[in-house]
């Protein structure tokens, strides 16, 4: 079966979205990308990998279609566990990012959720990884279902694949509950006061719970908390960096971005330099969710 990669004559298709302004597969390009691949946070590995072990029944011999992969953050921890991954992104300069990746186990493809380019009935998971409120939710829905290997057996009406979780969606949520207080908060504050864009890209609810139970009536939905509240620590080249990453910053250059950026040194210099802290780094806290979807 050959597989597109990176620099194929695969066409991207047109992706229908549910949101205004700036294209999902253009928000991430130019210097996007490149702050994407320097200064965005992974995902706790072993605790991870244990609870997809566990719970979604991942075997090293199961091959993984990670749609929306972006610089390839999760599915390196796939490759990790040994796992045979097809990593479907429709932007550019993401896919480049990712196709450095070395790995004899890693192939980059140049294709949407609701189009991803993989042959029918190829692979036995998907995952997607701080991804699926950018997708159309129906369309992808069919695409998924027409990439898995539990389709065909379905239809064929041979055994399905016994304790193995078809999608895997997983995100790192910044916003922790509000005891967490401290540079989290502040930090919320100051995007939702200076990136215009921020409200309605971070509050789409698709991959809320209830949501995607709706979109999937004929499964179940079981959300799982990684334990663990896990950080990163930046500088001030990393903070400036970490919020470049995000769809919503404003374009580097822009009026919007200057006050951006003059709120970020308010912050730095409040926290940065606190006596307590030796390294002069702030820290992000994460807590990374969950959701196995089976039907």
């Not at 429709?90 to 294709?111: C, E, I, K, R, Y």
């Amino acid at each position: 079966i050959l597989f597109e990669s990176l620099f194929s004559l695969i066409v991207v298709p047109q992706m229908t979205t549910h949101y205004k302004g700036t294209h999902p597969i253009e928000r991430f390009s130019g210097e996007k990308a490149e702050a994407y691949t320097k200064h965005r946070p992974s995902y706790p590995a072993e605790e991870v990998l244990a609870l997809l072990r566990k719970e979604a029944g991942l075997k090293p011999e199961h091959v993984i279609a990670d749609i929306g992969s972006g610089t390839g953050i999760f599915a390196k921890i796939l490759l990790q566990n040994g796992n045979k991954v097809f990593a479907v992104e429709p932007n550019q300069d993401m896919l480049q990012a990712a196709a450095a990746t070395t790995d004899s186990n890693f192939t980059a493809v140049h294709g949407s959720a609701e189009n991803t380019g993989l042959p029918s009935c190829s692979v036995d998971m998907i995952t997607c990884a701080h991804a699926f409120h950018w997708f159309d939710p129906e369309p992808a829905k069919k695409e998924f279902k027409r990439i898995l290997k539990q389709q065909q057996q379905q239809q064929q009406e041979k055994p399905v694949t016994p304790f193995l979780v078809p999608l895997v969606l997983i995100w790192n949520d910044r916003h922790l509950p509000t005891q967490w207080g401290g540079f989290n908060a502040d930090y919320e504050r100051v995007l939702s006061l200076c990136c215009p864009e921020y409200s309605s890209v971070r509050c789409s609810g698709i991959a809320d719970i209830d949501n995607v139970r709706k979109l999937f009536p004929e499964g179940t939905v079981v959300e799982h908390h990684c334990g663990a509240v896990h950080h990163q620590e930046l500088d001030w080249e990393g903070l400036v960096g970490r919020t470049v990453s995000c769809s919503f910053c404003p374009t580097i250059g822009t009026t919007e971005y200057s006050k951006l950026l003059a709120e970020l040194n308010t912050l730095w210099n409040k926290y940065a330099h606190q006596e307590t802290n030796n390294n002069n780094v702030v820290k992000l806290e994460y807590q990374t969710t969950i959701q196995l979807v089976h039907w």
